[in-house]
């Protein structure tokens, strides 16, 4: 049986008559049919044209001369851009084809080639992405930046170098938190004793009403949620009321679904009723106690970040004294004294460091998880195993 061609050709625009075709190809056939066609205005040949860059040109087969437009990609891909007609696309096929070319279906092509395949999972993803900020990162993968990191991450490995494959690998590992989150919000749970103001925090900080503001304690029964950005970043809010322990049977079944909530919430905002406290030392002390009668087993995995709120009840003095210190705010969710500080230290939390722009960030699990076994592949010891799973085939 012979081996499986290395070289591919396939059409990427409709079939039918368009203004413009796309013709993409790739493996050294592909490159060795361009260069026996194709005349370059810089005289370069195919191989030797920069990547990513337009290289006009024409190219002739018998009587035939057209104008065609070579871009020579990454990962020896190559994409010819020539007359939309019938024709024209053929004979540029057939020429591919003659050389030990294999055609495959435009939807083949797609999944086998990173660049598009990232591309199209970046299209994918831009269209749940809710802020510019994350629409923005979004935009650079499908322009090639994850694309590149991976080609980079790959010379690494196959010249040998594994530490720099290691750490180009782990780098980009890191990133996948925010990745991840391009597409789906960070969860912040807020909760807390009844009454210190979860539900005015919530409509404070999305900035209209959203939950249920009432005197009684245990007036919200369910948990709820609020969609809101926060620097750029999006964010469920999610009310987790009525913690404590009851007897009346429809808030227990809301107190296990807060405690559920807490344990898988990227970040917890603890309240803390600023009239019951002194200073911030003692808000953290209580908060950690609350935090642990109440979140019970969760309450080891769980760093919250202190809230406390109603700072305008206090005396000039006693704000004073109180300040915010570490992971406590002090906020009134009244007259919004703290807010910003605590959004900023909100967004810090949830995103330590943010991408800057251009960088290359892996934003679905499928990519995440490639790049973890490529990552153990290394750590084995095996390159061609890691370098297998960086092919996106
Ligand atoms: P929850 O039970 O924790 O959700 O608390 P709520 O948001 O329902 O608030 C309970 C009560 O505290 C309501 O009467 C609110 O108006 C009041 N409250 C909430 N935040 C503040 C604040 O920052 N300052 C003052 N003075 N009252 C507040
Ligand atoms: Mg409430």
Request: charged fraction near 20%; charge should be negative; include cysteine.
């Amino acid at each position: 049986m012979s081996s499986e061609p290395a070289s591919f050709v396939s059409i990427l625009t409709p079939p039918g008559r368009g203004a413009i075709a796309v013709v993409a190809a790739s493996g050294s056939a592909a490159f060795d049919a361009v260069d026996g066609c194709f005349t370059a205005a810089n005289s370069r040949s195919a191989r030797e044209q920069p990547r990513d860059r337009i290289a006009f040109g024409h190219c002739s087969s018998g009587a035939h001369r057209e104008e065609v437009v070579l871009i020579r990609g990454s990962d020896d891909v190559l994409e010819v851009h020539c007359h939309g007609g019938a024709a024209a696309v053929a004979r540029i096929v057939d020429t591919m084809l003659a050389a030990g070319c294999r055609q495959l279906p435009w939807t083949e092509w797609i999944a086998r080639d990173r660049k598009v395949a990232i591309a199209v999972d970046a299209d994918i993803a831009l269209a749940q992405a809710t802020t510019r900020r994350t629409a923005s990162i979004l935009l650079d993968q499908r322009s090639g930046a994850l694309a590149q990191a991976i080609t980079d991450i790959r010379s690494a490995i196959n010249r040998g170098d594994v530490n720099r494959g290691r750490q180009l690998l782990t780098t980009l590992i890191e990133r996948s938190n925010v990745g991840l989150h391009l597409t789906a919000p960070w969860q912040v749970a807020i909760a807390g004793r009844p009454n210190v103001g979860k539900s005015s925090l919530i409509n404070a900080l999305v900035g209209y009403e959203r939950a249920i503001v009432f005197d009684q304690p245990g007036t919200t029964r369910d948990v709820l949620t609020a969609e809101t950005a926060i620097d750029g970043w999006p964010v469920r809010l999610a009310d987790a009321a009525g913690l404590r322990t009851t007897r009346d049977e429809l808030e227990a079944e809301g107190v296990k679904r807060a405690r559920r909530q807490l344990a898988s919430a990227d970040l917890v905002l603890w309240v803390i009723d600023a009239a019951m406290i002194g200073d911030a030392r003692e808000a953290s002390q209580a908060a950690e106690q609350e935090l642990h009668a109440e979140a019970r087993d969760a309450a080891q995995s769980i760093q919250p970040l202190v809230v406390l709120n109603k700072i305008d009840l206090l005396s000039n003095e006693q704000r004073a004294a109180v300040g915010s210190a570490g992971n406590v705010l002090a906020v009134s969710a009244l007259t919004g004294a703290g807010l910003d500080s605590l959004l900023a230290a909100i967004a810090h939390r949830l995103v330590p460091a943010s991408p800057v722009a251009g960088e290359a960030v892996p934003f679905t699990q499928q990519q995440v998880e490639r790049l973890k076994a490529a990552l153990a592949e290394l750590d084995r010891g095996d390159l061609a195993a890691a370098d297998a799973y960086l092919t996106w085939t």
